[in-house]
């Protein structure tokens, strides 16, 4: 079969019991790798005590524990563009189970390190170094896992694909807070101190190496298989071409993900700590809120997908950046004024969060398969590194001056997403098959 032929029957197909296979695999796996990778910001209450000086304020501790937290994001880019590189030259499958071991071993770890009380300044140094390493994790995984679901499924399905993986990852997030929440219920405040912030990290560990050994099942994606079979893979480094050829995919990949690191960081990651700390809520409340808000947010993600798929991205990203503008203005104001609106506020903004399903749908069809893993790793981590590292700081450090911090970092991160999808609605892109001359969009 040529390669033109192989192309029409992708695109033309529907989705196969195979392809529910691939996607339910990769979304657990991935799922259970965030898990670990997140799972971190959940305990930061705790880490700040456990890990640094009891004698500097707790404002300090919490900082300097929120700078490890982003030391992992700073991580990124490197294990990204290197499994990325492989993964573009040697399979996609390779790098996509590689990662989720990776990722496995430090979880582990944190939950066998000695605190700053029992061997001092090198329990933070520690601690850093493993963040560091699920830092290099996670920046292969997450790109290396939109790409081979996208490349698994046919051409007008890829938006559904995408949105489903991100529904994993999501997932993930899910299952931090509902241990959060389970360990905080079942623990005194003490307890978790002793004892109980472990647990959550040795059984990341445990999920980790159970992702590994699901990805077995998975085969290779056909797009590769069919660039190696045509040597057609990259004649020289990938991130060369990225970088040379294609600076405007770069450019659109790296400005929707600041939108999704602000909206994903702020709104999931860091509410919860937001809402014991600035607003009053009990830690069990907050962390409830948070695991109705992430499971809103799962739905969210299936829904941008299936959106963008049938709207095409301009569309969906001038509504979606509205609609979250909205929601997290309204979240951060009213539960101010009125805390019995938290659930449902909270459950709303978790919705309109989902937006971030669609991000990775218009980063595959940006580049062209040869160096699309390079492309859309490069650029995501590059942006998580830089935006996603320093949120966590930078919303920490302005709350001092407002606490409508938050929302107002959002916001301004939608007004980027809209101008976007503007953009993306007046030249029409995403709303054709990928390009098959393998030139891509810039």
């Not at 005194?188 to 040795?202: C, H, K, M, N, T």
Request: aromatic share 12%; with cysteine; glycine share 10%.
């Amino acid at each position: 079969m040529s390669t033109t032929a192989a192309t029409d029957d992708r695109s033309s197909r529907p989705l196969s019991r195979q392809d529910m296979k691939t996607l339910s695999l990769s979304a657990l796996g991935g799922a259970l790798e965030f898990y670990d990778f997140i799972v971190f910001v959940f305990f930061t209450a705790a880490l700040s005590k456990l890990f640094f000086p009891p004698d500097v304020s707790d404002w300090v501790r919490q900082l300097q524990t929120y700078g490890i937290f982003a030391a992992g994001y700073l991580a990124r880019p490197l294990g990204g563009i290197v499994m990325a590189h492989f993964g573009d030259l040697v399979g996609r499958k390779r790098m996509f189970t590689f990662s989720i071991f990776l990722m496995a071993v430090p979880t582990f770890a944190m939950g066998l390190l000695p605190t700053y009380a029992e061997i001092g300044i090198a329990a933070p140094i520690l601690l850093l170094l493993l963040r560091i390493i699920q830092g290099a994790a996670i920046g292969g995984e997450v790109p290396g896992a939109w790409v081979f679901v996208a490349e698994h499924v046919p051409d007008r399905h890829v938006g559904f694909a995408c949105g489903t993986l991100t529904a994993g990852l999501t997932v993930g997030i899910l299952m931090g807070s509902l241990m959060a929440t389970f360990i905080n219920q079942s623990l005194s405040p003490q307890e978790v101190l002793d004892y109980g912030w472990r647990i959550a990290f040795v059984l990341g560990g445990v999920f980790g190496l159970l992702g590994v050994y699901l990805r077995r099942y998975l085969s290779e994606t056909p797009v590769f298989e069919e660039m190696r079979q045509h040597k057609a893979l990259a004649r020289e480094l990938p991130i060369k071409t990225v970088i040379l050829a294609h600076p405007g995919s770069v450019a659109l990949s790296m400005l929707l993900t600041w939108m999704l690191t602000a909206a994903i960081v702020v709104v999931i990651l860091m509410t919860p700590n937001f809402l014991q700390s600035a607003y009053g809520f009990a830690p069990a409340v907050a962390f409830k809120a948070n695991a109705v808000a992430v499971i809103c947010l799962t739905a969210g993600c299936l829904f941008a997908g299936w959106a963008v798929d049938r709207y095409g991205s301009g569309t969906t990203f001038i509504a979606g950046s509205i609609l979250l503008a909205a929601c997290v203005y309204g979240f951060y104001t009213n539960i101010a004024q009125d805390p019995t609106l938290l659930f449902p506020f909270y459950s709303l903004t978790g919705f309109t969060v989902g937006i971030v399903g669609a991000v990775p749908f218009v980063m595959v069809k940006a580049f062209p398969p040869a160096v699309r893993f390079s492309g859309l790793s490069f650029s995501y981590n590059m942006a998580y590194a830089i935006f996603g590292g320093l949120t966590p700081v930078a919303v920490a450090a302005l709350l001092k001056e407002s606490p409508l911090a938050p929302a107002w970092y959002v916001i301004a991160t939608c007004a980027i997403g809209l101008v976007l999808g503007i953009y993306m609605k007046l030249t029409g892109f995403g709303r054709s098959p990928v390009d098959r001359s393998g030139t891509g969009r810039t």
